[in-house]
């Protein structure tokens, strides 16, 4: 039995025209209440569909057990931002969840620590959940910074007020996303009771409750290694969140 309930998050990234997004939202909260009841009862199911897609899937699967969630907001609630989307319009929308600092923003926007803190702070602020995205690049990792790179974008990417309820972080390595590779279990459990570790620090005893997903090329054949280890409270995938049958067969390897 693991020790907290955990999340498996889809995140779309810039795919999905209506007709596509509608159909696999309903497929999984279709699932989640016919022959994944059994996954129901222990984990959590969210996905992430582009802006565009959050208002039609949040009403498609209003009162089942999918929840919805955004890929990113703006740091603050209105204004003069154009092309921007703030936590409070996700929130009004029915997403109860939102991505923060995932590494193709933090690579394709420049975003940095001080910009994705500010986020989650907003997402807090609306009321969401912020997914705190942190993760090391190869080079990173080839120099043996991975666990200093991590703990130092955990504790600048962390807003005020975080708590072990009202966040939950993604450990993403950036070489992992996308790619097909996977850390060893033996570093993805070292990074994850790090962050853990930090987590304590920051937050006190309610460090045991928080979510820390793996997230990097989460797949069916590999997702029952991943989820096992301590301190893998669940998983944010991308590629393989884009075919229901998939994205059924990971949250299905938690339980
Ligand atoms: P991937 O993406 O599962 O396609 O590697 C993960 C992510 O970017 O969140």
Same mark, same amino acid.
């Given at each position: 039995m693991h020790v907290r309930r955990q999340l498996i998050a889809g995140n779309w990234k810039m795919n999905g025209l209506r007709a596509d997004g509608l159909d696999l939202a309903r497929s999984l909260a279709v699932w989640l209440n016919g022959d994944g009841a059994d996954v129901r009862d222990h984990v959590d199911m969210l996905v992430c569909p582009p802006a565009t897609l959050v208002a039609p899937v949040a009403e498609a699967v209003a009162g089942t057990p999918l929840g919805v969630g955004g890929q990113d907001c703006h740091a /603050? +609630? *209105? $204004?003069?931002?154009?092309g921007d989307v703030s936590a409070w319009m996700l929130k009004d929308l029915g997403a109860s969840h939102v991505i923060v600092g995932h590494s193709e923003r933090r690579t394709d926007?420049? +975003?940095t620590d001080e910009q994705v803190r500010a986020k989650a702070a907003a997402a807090l602020a609306a009321g969401l959940v912020p997914i705190i995205c942190i993760g090391e690049t190869e080079g990173e990792r080839d120099a043996g910074q991975a666990l200093a790179v991590v703990s130092r974008q955990f504790n600048g990417s962390l807003p005020e007020g975080a708590n072990g309820t009202n966040v939950v972080i993604a450990y993403e390595p950036v070489w992992a996303i996308g790619t097909g590779r996977t850390p060893t279990t033996e570093d993805v459990a070292e990074m994850h009771q790090r962050i853990r570790a930090d987590a304590r620090e920051r937050m006190g005893a309610s460090a045991e409750a928080l979510v820390i997903l793996y997230g990097g090329s989460v797949k069916p054949g590999n997702a029952a290694e991943l989820m096992a280890? %301590? %301190? /893998? %409270?669940g998983a944010l995938v991308g $590629?393989?969140?884009? *075919?229901a049958t998939d994205f059924q067969a990971i949250a299905s390897a938690c339980v």
């Open positions: /603050v +609630e *209105k $204004g003069a931002h154009t926007h420049h +975003e280890i %301590d %301190d /893998v %409270d $590629g393989a969140s884009l *075919k």
